[in-house]
């Protein structure tokens, strides 16, 4: 049976990664850069000389046609695992945003939010909300349209990366020149991400495994101390994604200050053996999403 290409696209500081599935296995990547004024923290400021951009990299790698699945950055995103009452359908939404402005001061009427009704039962239900700047979605658009692309579905970083883990409760790092990402999933839900810009990201590799290390432990005791009977013990297993964990001695060292084991995530689909899977994890993530 004929299998249309799957282009993954993540939008990532000042540049965008691609990836290129084909058959069902990866045939072609390659990361974009840009101008820090055409887009900046994974949100493009100029869509005409990003887009006209895009396009030239489509072209170098035969990639026209065929689906397109894109990531949309975490920072500035919102989510949230909720426990609400049995309530009606049509009052979720509102349900919602009344219970994630009390949780936050970013303003809910620039943001578009989705969610996923995880458990129903006679007693209440669990939903797993997200919520987007409203702006990052349209400008990347208006960017994949320049280019020639409709996107068939678009996703949030922390939802791409948690695909990439098969046990139901994990540890994820994101970990790149100009953010940093802590995920912690439970049932395969992130119920608790992290996002900050890594302003020490072009320093010397110890201030940013001191950084890293910092934002993981204040991130599991934030968990922890909400959920005692399911804390995290030091030393849990870490998945390292992001272009900083290509060098090994990077990895080595944060196994080592971590005290637990540290992996990088090993891609489901065919590929060659040249792929940096912890660089284009999020393209692995978005392939593995359902479109």
């Known amino acids: ?53 895009l396009r030239e990299l489509l072209d170098r790698n035969d990639a026209h046609k065929g689906r397109v699945v894109t990531s949309v950055t975490g920072l500035r995103a919102i989510s949230r695992l909720m426990t609400l009452p049995p309530i009606k359908e049509r009052l979720l939404e509102d349900t919602l945003r009344h219970k994630i402005r009390q949780d936050t001061s970013l303003p809910l009427d620039d943001m578009d939010l989705s969610w996923h009704v995880v458990r129903r039962a006679a007693d209440g239900l669990e939903v797993y909300a997200l919520a987007v700047p409203r702006e990052a979605i349209d400008r990347q658009v208006e960017t994949l349209a320049v280019a020639g692309l409709r996107p068939n579905a678009m996703d949030v970083k922390p939802l791409a990366l948690a695909r990439l883990v098969e046990a139901p409760s994990a540890i994820v790092l994101n970990v790149e020149d100009h953010s940093l990402s802590v995920l912690i999933l439970r049932r395969w839900m992130p119920v608790v991400v992290r996002t900050v810009p890594f302003g020490v990201g072009r320093a010397a590799p110890e201030a940013r495994l001191d950084f890293l290390l910092q934002e993981l432990a204040r991130t599991t005791k934030f968990y922890s101390e909400g959920h005692r009977d399911d804390a995290i013990e030091p030393g849990a297993p870490l998945l390292a994604t ?50």
């Open 1 to 53: 049976m004929f299998e249309r290409d799957l282009m993954t696209l993540d939008f990532e500081g000042s540049g965008i990664r691609f990836l290129l599935v084909r058959g069902g296995r990866v045939v072609r990547w390659e990361a974009l850069s840009v101008l820090p004024g055409q887009m900046s923290q994974g949100v493009v400021h100029d869509p005409a000389s990003v887009g006209g951009a």
């Open 242 to 291: 992001g272009e900083l964990f290509e060098h090994t001695d990077f990895l080595e060292a944060l196994a080592n200050r971590h005290g637990g084991p540290v992996q990088v995530p090993i891609p489901a689909l065919p590929h060659p053996d040249d792929l940096p899977a912890a660089t284009y994890s999020v393209n692995l993530g978005l392939a593995a999403k359902k479109v």
